[in-house]
């Protein structure tokens, strides 16, 4: 199992970029999809996660209302779209899947994903 991670950049505050995590040799939609995020000096956030029990989706307070992931199980990506950014969403981003469903009280667990991806830079700066 791969996931590629891309789409990151450099973007004005109130902006939009929309994150893909293609992957291969997996099936998508057998797998529960995650984004974190990390900042230098600081752990892997967890900002959302789809699962792949029931296609749930999970958001961390600070992605609720303007994030929203999502899968595309015929192209095997995953997506986060990101709008209305904000310089404090400036991080690496990193998706990660793993083959089990998660819930409100693990998604967030790093030990939860046994795979990941590189991450993408993500730069929210006027």
């Known amino acids: 199992v791969q996931l590629q991670a891309s789409g990151g950049g450099l973007v004005q505050p109130g902006s939009s970029l929309r994150l893909s995590c293609a992957g291969s040799?997996?099936?998508?939609?057998?797998?529960?999809i995650a984004w974190f995020r990390q900042v230098p000096g600081k752990g892997r956030e967890g900002i959302a996660a789809?699962?792949?029990?029931?296609?749930?989706?999970y958001y961390a307070d600070s992605a609720k209302g303007r994030f929203a992931i999502s899968r595309d199980n015929a192209k095997n990506t995953a997506y986060l779209q990101m709008d209305r950014l904000k310089p404090e969403d400036t991080a690496v981003y990193f998706c990660a899947a793993d083959n089990l469903a998660v819930y409100e009280n693990n998604w967030k667990d790093l030990a939860e994903y046994v795979y990941w991806g590189q991450g993408t830079q993500v730069t929210v700066s006027s």
């Open positions: 789809i699962s792949t029990s029931d296609g749930t989706t």
């Open positions: 040799g997996y099936t998508l939609k057998s797998y529960s």
